[in-house]
């Protein structure tokens, strides 16, 4: 193409050119930080020194932004979207002085600044980098397997550090320990390449080099260097660093993983592989250290070490305090002690710090080479360096310090180095190195070499087992600048001329016209004067500076000129850079920043430009048959073929997108040897701007009058055949036109020239193009393109004189085939036939039909990649009707046949591995195999709904299938595929991490309402309203509890003034009942706490309200305030302290675990005034309950703890040791050992820890130890137990607190190991606890702690016994924790209750209480829900003498003592009903509620029955409440209304016994009836048992300071015992909360049969681990089955999210709520299919059975009879009754397919169908039904599946078998006939033959011949011939009277 008037010819039009600036130097004038930046670089402080020297200390502020101009850069890439979608916009990265700017934007969308940094000195490098972070390196332990999570991050290089920034928002800075001169981004992390040194040596014989390039896999991970990998002789490799440094990193790829370096002694460049080193190189490299290999460096291991140091020793330049603070360090150590010298501070211990290394770190024993310990600082290229002391290095080069070496991470590996050129040149390194891709996907490794002004392109591929790359030769393109263009697989050129001319890999393709900038013209080529006019004075610099050219001279880069590159050599060009612009326009200077199709163009007046280079090919159809004659073609060829298609459709005013088609039929058909000219129908192709040179003058004649031609031009253009055949035209009963077909075109046949390019491959292109149009039949929404095809393979059929093809597209397209006739002769001598030509055409619907059928079926053949679609149908029927299962596990060869053309290995084998499918989850039947695998090979919805109806059904059959039963595990995409929204949403919330949950926000009311907004904040707004109305819809149990608990209003003091007290009197008589109310007041914050668990997230941005605790009260009549700090009356100090720390504590249970809660929020909420600390103490506590206290700093906990505050050491104590529930964290033992006397050394100092902060510390070494057995702290647990009381007042005070906080303790370090408890049997735990429990002679007291026991206390006289008052309840406990569970007869025999008078009169009544329920606890399995067993644990003493409870008179007794035994008998009976609360906890069993509900009563009783004195009011009151707090554990979340009533007649008893912990115990059984809202209940392992038993410790507290035996802050331990069991469902349509009705399978156990039962959800779940599954029933909701056999953890995660279930009403249902009953839904109003009534489903009626607004929009316009309608009304009735049976039958997506069936069948029955299409879609339909597998699957389930109880499908068969013969009487035999003996039928009955022949599956002619039916007799006769022709019976009836040859014989 080397003369110019063929040039013009093949010129390409760029897009739409646009001036370009890069969008960061706009914002960098705005960025605010740019002035104050200037300004204070302008200080002259030493560090802020501007590198280059003195010109920044006096510069002005304008000189200073000149300077930042030169230093600005960029770059730019393709967007890239979080989701991973496409986008097509541009991200730019500019960095100008000290700030990087981040943007996107594009042509068409407005750009916008992403982020901006600033970093504190100028940026030498900015770039994007992946890092992948292994996932075991990760603290995640959740995430199964050891995939890599991907940190796509900003690198920005400094001096001395770099910047990492992630998109996640995290920050890294890593100190650099030598001077980079370049950064790389890499596959696997960063590349530095260190710059050398300008008087860096060749290092002096005992000296080895020092690395150069290093690698940083994570900022967080170490700096190592590279190491390389030289092939030795025989196999034998060394690995040694990469310390030469005349190497220079010109480029660096990450896929594929290349590097490509440049020697600058040799001038050569070379290729290498990166790669990951492996372990054994590992070890190889760390033995032999040494680089030069000489053997007499063995003994100078360290001098690499110590040669570095030397190096930063003396240069240390004054670039940042830090290094000159280490080099002096490292000086002055030096100096001194040698061997202290380490490795660099800044990294490693950082990195040791902050991750666990690989474990190759582990390699300590090779300790031959050193760290390198660069310190932070190597040469300023600016400083003369400063001589050595010789006294330092004469040190160092003594030192072998031991350090630890460094691992080597990467690798490469030698792939290619370019041929020695002929002439050596200096300076030939190359400027710019990409790959490109050509357009047959071969890559190219190009380079450009500026000196020699020329591209180097090397082509390169992957080995056939994919593990290397192999390069070939190298072809050299003149250029003075490239650039890829990957969008369009070729590269830009810019020639010496000026010229841009495009290449794809190293074929050229053409020049490049850009419209607005003139060619340049041949004239100009003597070098111009200088102009006189001065240049434009932009000072962008003509290239950037730091350009990947790779490090040059130091100088040169901080020049703050730019230079003329390399001006020496531009004098050849025929342009110099200086020749004017004004006259002769401007030139191309350089090209930069390619990304997809765009490039800039930097031009020679120094503005830049940036142009689109146009795409292939826009039109989805030409785009496929190009792909597709691409992948058939040679290489060669295809290229040839793709660059003359390119200039063809991109020549400057190229067509337009419809006329697409025409012009690449035209090109194509003159590639192939055609004449298009000649060609009557290619002639006729309308497109704008002229094709081939032959049309140009033709076209060109211009004429005014018109003439003949053009008229018969209009008869035969595509506009007028469409329009004839158009169903218009035959309802306006228009006469085709006849065309006068010109003479000259019939008289000489044309005979194809077979010179041209593609005329070899004529049948490879037909076959593929034949392909092409199979694979959009299955696509209908290609209909248009089938069209434009089927004319170029009719032609091309014809010419190659294949009829059976002809006979397809006839059948395919009857009216369109008879419309031309033109054939050209073609010598078939030069054809190359290839392999996979088939002689019948092959058929995707024939194929389909076959395997419906079960005949046998031959492999489909299928281009990869372009034919996916046919691919996908195939497998699915052979799946899914074949019942074939390895179908789509492998590679599919049996069903399909690939087509490639020689060369085409590689490319197949990914294609396979793309589709191969393991199922997932368990899959039982075929319709979910095949469901789950269209999903794995993406597969959506919008896909089936463009398949053809025929074709999809299958598809959509299986989809009902599964629709029905789905499994509830299968991911979401499934999900969608099936149409379950429910569980496609449930889905996608499971995939959501914990806390972004939209849960909150469907089930959290946002607004209080009205009246609660008033100020009383109760602290119980935030209750999820919309579901607690659901559980508790018939009355306003809520609102009453919500009265009850709150705590935030005065109360009513009501005391009627006697007449005969004083004024006075009267005063004080209403402060002393308020003191009474208070107790109650003050009991109230526990309950609330409980009743609002988990409700609530907070805004980060605002203190948690915490409502105030108000102990006021209001006296009628005049409702005059009450006061207790009136000083009337005496009251208790500090009376209040405990009731705000529960106050706090509720306040904090509110707060969800799953919200974002951080360190900074907990202290922001530290209140400001003293009083309020308690309140936070409690609010510590509750964060540490629910898991938020293990975010709060250490610092934080210390601060808290230094207070000294008693209240917050306690909340903070058992908080955090609650958040670390049985983990045994050291940081927490050592935090709760301080507080603990007996857990310290026993030399160390006496701390003076408060009791109650011990008590707390004690429970809270037992929470952090939960279960683990832990040997040390049993032993010391055990002892504390006893602690006698010591010599001075030491544990004098509530010793039985202490005690009992032991004793819980120990059982829960202990809990449940039973007799089992491994390496304790020398403590003999059992005993010790019995003796502890019954009494007797204390034992020597073993262990540390002698010393302080040896003297008795002063206070307390306890001899040698133990003091069981104190010791009982811990150890009577601890044993119940111990073997909890166990059965443990023997242990159990221990705690029975005494059964003679002397020995009952031994232990308090309240310790029998105790006992009980030990014992029970240990006989877990024994425990029954009736009063028989409860009695039988009261001895047969107590029951003989036993005074009923409600007696009038006492018996009178001497031996007796009635008091005790009336004692014993309700303590034990209480004991053995709160063990039936812990067995069944949170079950809502009937038979214990009511059991323990009659001893309830019968307690209440009894107080009011005169016995009542005998057993003690206290003592019943005490057993009441233990009863009351049974009941509600039994009941626990349920809010039933029995134990409603009894907690609200309790709340209303304040005088006499009622004190503060009766108060309390109350308001506790009321919270635990709502625990939270409902949403709550009580699990009963043996993990919550031991909180319960902590929390609800029946021995309640007298007042409220009172803690004497059980600290109160125990008491809110409930938390650890609460798991969300409550099961929401929640409508999917419509997003709220609704009535489901599931069904609950138990498992069978000893005591039960497995069983079901129906619950009405929303309702509390049963304990997971009973149950194996549960279902929402239908028939209202879609069925879902949650099966718990396989293990509970998705059902888990549903309920830990909030209990959300998603259901989908069923079409023509209504919720339960809006019609309870079941009598309004659709299915109950009897609608009669078909009948006169089918009218009475009113289509206004369809929104209540549907929430789909298209089946609206369907009823509104097609359904609803209109005025004076005639006969349209059969069609509306028509639509009605299929709308009805669509959403009846639960398949509204079937709609359209009905519709496309009927309207089918119309066009037939009036003889309309121009395409047979929809008729092959009917006999698919058709087949699909009577086929074996579908027969199969209706046998097992008759009454599902689709269109089954319809008539519809028989109606539409048989009309079409009647339109048929109704035809082949009327005539039709006459052209079946004629057609069947091979000669034209008449034109009017062209297309119902088609249909007749595509419907009965007629053989084409040429079968029939060749069947040998010439003498056929008799119908038995055809009837075997015509087997072997597959032809149906029905068919074969049809036909036989033709055949026969006597056509009247067997009409039917």
Not at 1738 to 1759: H, N, R, V
């Amino acid at each position: 193409m080397s003369d110019h008037c063929d040039e013009r010819a093949t010129m390409i039009a760029a897009g739409d050119l646009q001036e370009f600036a890069p969008r960061g130097r706009e914002q960098s004038r705005r960025h605010p930080s740019a002035l104050s930046l200037q300004l204070r670089r302008l200080q002259p402080a030493p560090e802020l020194c501007s590198s280059d020297g003195a010109a920044g200390l006096v510069g002005s502020l304008r000189e200073v932004s000149i300077h930042d101009r030169h230093r600005e850069s960029w770059q730019l890439r393709k967007g890239i979207s979080d989701v991973g979608d496409e986008v097509d916009y541009d991200e730019e990265l500019y960095v100008a002085s000290n700030v990087v700017i981040w943007s996107k934007g594009s042509r068409s969308q407005a750009s916008a600044v992403y982020k901006a940094f600033t970093v504190d000195s100028p940026v030498l490098q900015a770039l994007w980098c992946d890092f992948t972070v292994p996932q075991e390196k990760l603290d995640k332990a959740d995430v199964s397997g050891s995939e890599e999570i991907v940190e796509k991050c900003i690198c920005i290089l400094q001096n001395s550090c770099i910047n990492v920034h992630s998109m996640e928002g995290k920050d890294y800075i890593a100190a650099l320990p030598f001077q980079v001169a370049n950064v790389w981004p890499t596959k696997y992390g960063l590349l530095f390449e260190r710059s050398s040194s300008s008087h860096e040596v060749p290092p002096s014989p005992p000296r080895e080099p020092l690395p150069t390039m290093f690698s940083m896999l994570h900022p967080l991970d170490e700096i190592t260097p590279l190491v390389w990998k030289s092939g030795g002789v025989f196999g034998s490799s060394r690995v040694q660093y990469v310390a030469d440094h005349t190497l220079r990193i010109v480029f660096l790829s990450a896929e594929p993983s290349i590097v490509m370096t440049y020697d600058t002694v040799q001038s050569l460049h070379t290729v290498w592989a990166l790669r990951r080193v492996k372990p054994e190189e590992q070890s190889l490299v760390l033995k032999f250290p040494e680089q030069a290999g000489t053997p007499q460096h063995m003994a100078t291991s360290s001098s690499l070490t110590a040669h570095l140091r030397s190096l930063s020793k003396g240069d240390s330049p004054g670039g940042s305090p830090f290094q000159n603070y280490s080099s002096i360090h490292s000086q002055s150590r030096s100096s001194s002690s040698p061997t202290l010298q380490s490795r660099s501070p800044t990294i490693s211990n950082m990195a040791a710090l902050s991750r666990s290394h690989s474990p190759a770190l582990g390699v300590h024993s090779f300790s031959g080479v050193q760290r390198f310990n660069f310190s932070s600082s190597a040469q300023s290229p600016r400083r003369p360096s400063v001589p050595h002391s010789p006294n330092s290095v004469s040190n160092d080069s003594f030192l072998v310090p031991e350090t630890e070496p460094i691992v080597p991470e990467l690798c490469i590996d030698h792939l290619w180095t370019e041929t020695v050129p002929s002439l050596r040149e200096k300076n030939s390194q190359a400027s710019k190195v990409f790959i490109s891709t050509d357009l047959c996907g071969q890559k190219f490794l190009c380079f450009l070499v500026e000196s020699q002004l020329r591209l180097r392109c090397v082509k390169f591929q992957e080995s056939n087992d994919k593990s290397q790359l192999i390069f070939g030769s190298v072809t050299n393109i003149p250029a003075k600048d490239a650039a890829p263009v990957e969008g369009i697989d070729t590269l830009l050129v810019l020639e010496g001329s000026g010229n841009l001319v495009l290449y794809s890999g190293v074929v050229r393709v053409g020049k490049v016209f850009i419209p607005g900038l003139p060619a340049p013209s041949l004239t100009m080529s003597n070098p111009m004067p200088r102009p006189s006019t001065p240049l434009d004075s932009v000072s962008t610099p003509a290239k950037p500076l730091n350009k990947h050219l790779g490090p040059l001279e130091e100088s040169v880069l901080l020049s703050p000129v730019p230079e003329l590159r390399d001006s020496s050599k531009l004098h050849d060009s025929p342009y110099v850079e200086d020749c004017t612009f004004q006259q002769l326009g401007t030139f191309i200077q350089a090209l930069r920043d390619p990304v997809h199709n765009r490039v800039t163009l930097e031009l020679s007046n120094n503005t830049m430009v940036r142009i689109s280079i146009p795409e292939i090919a826009t039109s989805e159809l030409v785009k496929r048959c190009l792909q597709g004659v691409k992948a058939i073609l040679p290489k060669e060829t295809a290229v040839q073929m793709l660059v003359k298609w390119y200039n063809a459709y991109n020549a400057p005013g190229g067509p337009s997108y419809h006329s697409e088609w025409n012009l690449f039929v035209t090109c194509l058909m003159n590639m192939m040897g055609y004449n298009t000219e000649r060609l009557c129908w290619t002639r006729n192709l309308d497109f704008e701007g002229s094709l081939s040179p032959v049309i140009a003058p033709k076209k060109a004649r211009p004429s005014e009058t018109g003439s003949d031609e053009d008229w018969e031009y209009l008869l035969s253009s595509d506009y007028h055949r469409n329009f004839e055949s158009h169903p218009i035209a035959k309802a306006l009963r228009l006469d085709p036109l006849e065309v006068s077909t010109p003479k000259d075109d019939f008289s000489q046949s044309l005979s194809l020239d077979n010179s041209t390019l593609l005329f070899s491959h004529i049948p490879a292109i037909f076959f593929v193009l034949h392909l092409i149009y199979e694979e959009l039949k299955l696509n209908s929404l290609m209909g248009e393109g089938l069209r434009s095809l089927v004319v170029l393979l009719v032609q091309l059929a014809r010419d190659l004189k294949l009829e059976a093809y002809m006979d397809y597209y006839y059948r395919d397209y009857p009216a369109l085939v008879k419309t031309s006739r033109q054939t050209c002769i073609i010598d078939q001598g030069f054809m190359l036939h290839p392999s996979f030509f088939s002689a019948e055409p092959p058929s995707i619907f024939q194929w389909l039909s076959s395997c419906l059928k079960g005949e046998g079926v031959q492999p489909y053949p299928y281009l990869p990649g372009i034919c996916e679609r046919s691919k996908l149908v195939v497998l699915s029927v052979a799946l899914y009707i074949l019942g074939d299962e390895s179908a789509v596990l492998n590679e599919a060869s049996h069903y399909l046949y690939k087509i490639t053309s020689g060369q085409r290995k590689q490319q197949m084998e990914q294609d396979d591995k793309r589709c191969s499918f393991k199922p997932s989850t368990s899959v039982s039947s075929l319709a979910e195999k095949l469901v789950l695998w269209m999903t794995s090979v993406g597969f959506t919805l919008r896909d089936l709904e463009s398949l053809p109806f025929g074709v999809a059904l299958p598809i959509r059959d299986a989809i009902y299938q599964c629709r029905e039963q789905p499994a509830s595990d299968w991911p979401e995409a499934v999900c969608l595929l099936i149409g379950r929204q429910d569980l496609s949403k449930q889905a996608w919330e499971g995939s959501l991490q914990k806390g972004k949950s939209s849960v909150g926000t469907v089930l959290s009311s946002d607004i209080p309402s009205a009246a609660e907004s008033e100020e009383d904040e109760d602290g119980m707004n935030d209750m999820n309203e919309e579901v607690m109305s659901l559980i508790w819809s018939e009355d306003l149990r809520v609102q009453e509890v919500r009265r009850l608990l709150q705590s935030a209003r005065p109360v009513r003091v009501n005391v009627v003034q006697m007449p005969e007290a004083s004024d006075h009197e009267y005063i004080e008589e209403k402060e002393n009942r308020l003191l009474q109310l208070c107790q109650r007041t003050m009991a109230l914050p526990v309950g609330r706490g409980m009743f609002t668990l988990f409700s609530y997230h907070p805004v980060p941005t605002e203190q948690l309200p915490i409502p105030k605790l108000n102990l006021t009260g209001r006296a009628p009549p005049r409702n005059t305030t009450v006061d207790l700090n009136s000083g009337n009356i005496d009251v208790p100090p500090n009376m209040a302290c405990w009731a705000s720390f529960h106050n706090g504590v509720a306040a904090g249970l509110k707060i969800a675990p799953a919200s974002q809660i951080d360190s900074a929020w907990i202290v922001y909420n530290k209140p400001k005034m003293a009083e309020l600390a308690n309140e936070y103490a409690g609010f510590l506590m509750a964060l540490g309950l629910n898991g938020h206290l293990t975010k709060l700093a250490t610092l934080n906990i210390h601060d808290y703890l230094t207070k000294g505050h008693e209240m917050t050491s306690i909340g903070l104590l058992l908080g955090v040791s609650a958040a670390k529930l049985g983990t045994m964290d050291m940081a927490i033992t050592r935090l709760l050992s301080i507080h603990i006397p007996a857990l310290l050394p026993p030399t160390s100092t006496e701390l003076d820890v408060p009791h109650n902060v011990q008590v707390a510390a004690v429970v809270g070494i037992g929470l952090v130890y939960q279960g683990t057995a832990h040997r040390h702290t049993a032993e010391v647990l055990l002892a504390e137990i006893g602690r006698p009381p010591g010599p001075e007042m030491e544990y004098c005070t509530d010793r039985e607190s202490y005690s009992l906080a032991s004793g819980l303790a120990l059982g829960m370090v202990c809990l449940g190991h039973g007799s089992n408890l491994i390496g304790m049997s020398d403590l003999n735990v059992p005993e010790q606890l019995y003796q502890y429990m019954v009494g007797g002679h204390r034992r020597f007291q073993a262990g540390m702690h002698r010393e302080k026991h040896k003297s008795p206390s002063y206070q307390i006289k306890e001899g040698d016994t133990i003091n069981v008052d104190v010791t009982c309840p811990g150890a009577t406990l601890a044993l119940a924790m111990i073997y909890l569970k166990t059965n443990n007869r023997s242990i159990a025999d221990w705690l029975k209750a005494p059964d003679t008078m002397y020995l009952l009169d031994f232990v308090k009544p309240e310790f029998l209480l105790l006992r009980t329920l030990a014992r029970c606890l240990i006989l877990w399995d024994d425990i029954l829900p009736n009063s028989k067993w409860v009695n039988s644990n009261v001895p047969q003493i107590i029951r003989e003498n036993i005074i009923s409870l409600h007696a009038t008179e006492l018996p009178s007794s001497e031996d007796l003592s009635l008091e005790t035994l009336a004692q014993a008998h309700v303590y034990i009976i209480a004991g053995a009903c709160l063990s039936l609360g812990f067995r069944f906890a949170g079950s809502e069993n009937l038979a214990a509620f009511q059991c323990l509900y009659k001893y309830a009563t019968d307690f209440l009783k009894c107080l009011s029955a005169p016995t009542a004195s005998v057993t003690g009011h206290y003592n019943l009151e005490t057993c009441l409440s233990v009863l009351l707090l049974a009941l509600a554990m039994v009941m626990a979340g349920s809010g039933n209304l029995k134990v409603l009533q009894l907690c609200r007649f309790m709340h209303k008893k304040t005088g006499g016994e009622m004190n503060y912990g009766f108060h309390l115990a109350h308001h506790m059984a009321l919270g635990l009836l709502f625990l939270g809202g409902g949403r709550y209940s009580l699990s009963t392992s043996n993990s919550s048992i031991a909180a319960l038993l902590c929390a609800l410790y029946p021995h309640f507290p007298v007042h409220s300071t009172d803690n004497r035996y059980h600290l109160q802050a125990l008491r809110h331990l409930y938390v650890l015992a609460a798991e969300p069991r409550l099961l929401t469902p929640v409508d999917v349509d419509s997003n709220t909360p609704c009535y489901a009705l599931i069904e609950v399978t138990y498992k069978g156990t000893q005591w039960y049969g497995e069983a079901t039962e129906e619950l009405m959800a929303p309702t509390l779940l049963p304990e997971l681990h009973l149950l194996k599954q549960i279902r929402v029933k239908g028939p209202r909701y879609w069925e879902l089955l949650i099966d718990l056999s396989k293990g509970t953890t998705h059902l888990q995660s549903i309920l830990s999210k909030g209990g959300i279930l998603y259901v989908k009403l069923r079409a023509g249902q209504l919720s339960y709520k809006e019609d309870p009953m079941g009598w309004r839904s659709l299915l109950a109003q009897t609608v009669t299919h078909r009948s006169s009534e089918a009218r009475a489903f009113k289509p206004e009626a369809i929104s209540a059975f549907t929430s789909d607004p298209a089946l609206f929009s369907f009823a509104d316009y097609f359904c609803k009879p209109t005025v004076n309608m005639g006969q349209k009304q059969e069609i509306l009735d028509l639509f009605s009754s299929i709308l009805y049976e669509c959403v009846t039958q639960e398949n509204p997506e079937m709609l359209p397919t009905y519709i496309a069936i009927d309207q089918a069948v119309r066009r037939l029955e009036r003889r309309e169908m121009s395409e047979t299409f929809e008729l092959w879609q009917m006999k698919l339909v058709l087949e699909f039904f009577s086929s074996r597998s579908h027969q199969e699957r209706m046998s097992r389930n008759p009454t599902r599946g689709l269109f089954m109880n319809s008539e519809f499908l028989p109606v539409m068969k048989c009309t079409i078998d009647n339109t048929l013969d109704q035809w082949l009487q009327a005539g039709g035999d006459v052209s079946l006939h004629s057609y069947l003996s091979g000669q034209a039928p008449e034109e009017s009955q062209l297309s119902m033959l088609a249909c007749f022949l595509i419907y009965h599956s007629v053989p084409t002619p040429g079968q029939l011949a060749a069947g040998g039916l010439e003498g056929s007799r008799n119908f038995s006769e055809l009837l075997l011939k015509l087997r072997r022709l597959r032809v149906p019976v029905r068919a074969l009836l049809r036909l036989a009277p033709l055949l026969l040859g006597n056509p009247q014989a067997m009409v039917l």
